[in-house]
């Protein structure tokens, strides 16, 4: 099963230097062991493919569990054959467990956008109780660490799946005139979020956010827009003490927690499958916005 929802992947935002079959995540069942995988891995054993691959596992950044910074990691669909096909290698000891109780097809898509943004709340540093403001995906894993979600989107249909997602306030970026005050005033205190995870497209979002951040502040960056920039004003910021934490994709431990916390009924994934045969539908659909959710690709159909 194969993973699948943003567009922006078949566009190739970020340069690709080598030919590998695209889509990261995947999951599936394990049917041959090379050399040595038997310390990690056993025949029968359901794994998942995120997009960390590899990574060495013995230096500074593996030690310290910044894996996906690692200066020789692999990447699924990138440097390495992603889930895209019948059958996919990969290291055995990097692949993740799936846990008992959670299907191939729910936990495909969690091993992209569930580790991200679990990743990204993570690096916010709340505690429960404080609020955190979502520009993008994670209400559900944001509610299952014990935090009040401020929703940040457009649209009647967004309302609805936000509310139905768990989340404690929507605020509609198209409708409001100043959205940094409409943020600050669904906060408890009037004074703005503890932390912001932000996913758009454009640099503006991630700006707003740095404005409607109450004083110690964190704003974790996700998104991956090409040729953007966030401007900051450095007295303010020192002052307010307002931070930016960029969050890049989890590591392993990472990865099976966030599957764990579907497993446990906290997380539910939206999600249809189709067959690899209808992969030009599907990519139509991504791109003139008409999938909500993720789609799950069988392979085998």
């Not at 003139?288 to 959710?293: F, L, N």
């Amino acid at each position: 099963m194969a993973g699948h929802k943003d567009p922006r992947e078949s566009q190739l935002d970020i340069p690709k230097t080598h030919k590998a079959a695209i889509v990261e995540k995947g999951a599936g069942v394990v049917v041959a062991l090379g050399e040595g995988s038997d310390e990690h891995v056993k025949l029968g054993d359901r794994v998942g493919l995120k997009w960390l691959a590899d990574s060495c596992l013995t230096c500074d950044f593996c030690r310290h569990g910044n894996e996906p910074n690692c200066q020789r990691a692999e990447m699924h669909g990138f440097t390495k054959h992603g889930s895209f096909q019948e059958y996919a290698i990969s290291y055995a000891r990097h692949v993740t467990p799936i846990p008992d109780g959670l299907s191939l097809e729910a936990a495909a898509p969690l091993l992209c956008a569930g580790v991200t943004v679990w990743k990204a709340i993570k690096v916010a540093g709340c505690t429960p109780g404080q609020t955190l403001a979502i520009v993008g995906a994670a209400i559900q894993y944001a509610k299952a660490a014990g935090l009040r979600v401020i929703s940040i989107d457009t649209g009647d249909d967004k309302v609805k799946l936000t509310q139905s997602l768990g989340s404690d306030s929507f605020v509609d970026f198209a409708k409001e005139k100043d959205l940094v005050a409409a943020v600050k005033a669904v906060t408890a205190d009037g004074l703005g979020p503890h932390a912001a995870i932000v996913a758009a497209s454009g640099a503006k979002a991630y700006e707003q956010a740095l404005e409607y951040l109450r004083p110690t502040g964190v704003l974790v960056p996700v998104g991956l827009p090409p040729n953007a920039s966030i401007k900051m004003d450095v007295f303010f910021g020192v002052f307010l003490t307002k931070r930016i934490l960029p969050s890049y994709v989890g590591n392993r431990q990472d990865a099976i927690e966030s599957l764990q916390l579907a497993a446990d009924g906290k997380v539910k994934v939206i999600y249809k499958t189709k067959g690899l045969s209808e992969l030009p539908q599907i990519y139509d659909d991504l791109h003139h916005g008409k999938i909500a959710g993720r789609i799950v690709v069988d392979n085998s159909r």
